[in-house]
Nanobody, 128 residues
Framework: QVQLVESGGGSVEAGGPLRLSCAASERSFITYPMAWFRQAPGREREFVSSVNGNGGITNYADFVAGRFAISRDNAKNTVNLQMNNLRPEDTAVYYC?????????????????????WGRGTQVTVSS
């Protein structure tokens, strides 16, 4: 069972950057599509970005608008989310997720139901 641990959250002023990291507990992770989701208070968890197993295919939510970049380092069993030009509306708990259902494929699922491994989340707070 893959275990995921997020790090890198914190507080930042609008316009600033943050880099989130997600460490996976097993090598089998390198074949899984990985994603970041976020959930703000009172709102549903929403898709932010995803990457396939070899890192060659990425997807982003429209609200990212070129500000975020997802990457993975399979040698270190990590997936990262570089977030630039942060806005107050980016404030949320950010979750790392892995999809064993689509392991080994080039498909990057975009919905929470397609991911079966989740981290506990890391808080990102952006002040205006």
């Amino acid at each position: 069972q893959v275990q995921l641990v997020e790090s890198g959250g914190g507080s930042v002023e609008a316009g600033g950057p943050l880099r989130l990291s997600c460490a996976a507990s097993e090598r089998s992770f390198i074949t899984y599509p990985m994603a970041w989701f976020r959930q703000a208070p009172g709102r549903e968890r929403e898709f932010v970005s995803s990457v396939n197993g070899n890192g060659g295919i990425t997807n982003y939510a429209d609200f990212v608008a070129g500000r975020f970049a997802i990457s993975r380092d399979n040698a270190k069993n990590t997936v990262n989310l570089q977030m630039n030009n942060l806005r107050p509306e980016d404030t949320a708990v950010y979750y790392c997720a892995a999809s064993s259902r689509y392991r080994g494929s080039n498909y990057n699922p975009l919905t929470t139901n397609d991911y079966d491994h989740w981290g506990r989340g890391t808080q990102v707070t952006v002040s205006s």
